[in-house]
Nanobody, 118 residues
Framework: QVQLVESGGGLVQPGGSLRLSCAAS????????MGWYRQAPGKERELVAA???????NYADSVKGRFTISRDNAKNTVYLQMNTLKPEDTAVYYC????????????WGRGTQVTVSS
C-alpha cells in the first residue's frame, strides 16, 4: 500500500505563500503520478496540479502561474509551492498518488487546511 502524509498548511494573508509537502511511503514513488487536489466547503474536490513520473505537470487554470508542483524522488515527496495566494484558494488540500494500468491504483492523504484571509 501507499501512505501519504501532507504538511505545510496554515493561515496566510492574501498575496502570501505556502509550501505544501506530501511524503509518500512505498517503493513505487518514481513511477507514480502525483497530484494535489483541494476541496472548499460546499464545493466538489478539484484537481489543482499533477506531475507525472517524467515530471510533466499540469495545473488548473485558476492556479496556473501562481502554483508550482514538483517532486523529489530521492525523498519520496511531492511539493506544491503556492504563491500570490487568494482567498478563493482556501480549502483542504489533498495529496493523491496514482499508478498502474490506467492509473487505477489510487491513494489519498488525509488533507491539510489552507486558509487565505486577512
Amino acid at each position: 500500500q501507499v501512505q501519504l502524509v501532507e504538511s505545510g498548511g496554515g493561515l496566510v494573508q492574501p498575496g502570501g505563500s505556502l509550501r505544501l509537502s506530501c511524503a509518500a511511503s512505498g517503493s513505487i514513488f518514481s513511477i507514480t503520478t502525483m497530484g494535489w487536489y483541494r476541496q472548499a466547503p460546499g464545493k466538489e474536490r478539484e484537481l489543482v496540479a499533477a506531475i507525472t513520473p517524467s515530471s510533466t505537470s499540469n495545473y488548473a487554470d485558476s492556479v496556473k502561474g501562481r502554483f508550482t508542483i514538483s517532486r523529489d524522488n530521492a525523498k519520496n515527496t511531492v511539493y506544491l509551492q503556492m504563491n500570490t495566494l487568494k482567498p478563493e484558494d482556501t480549502a483542504v488540500y489533498y495529496c493523491n498518488a496514482r499508478y498502474g494500468v490506467a492509473l487505477s491504483h489510487n491513494y489519498w492523504g488525509r488533507g491539510t487546511q489552507v486558509t487565505v484571509s486577512s
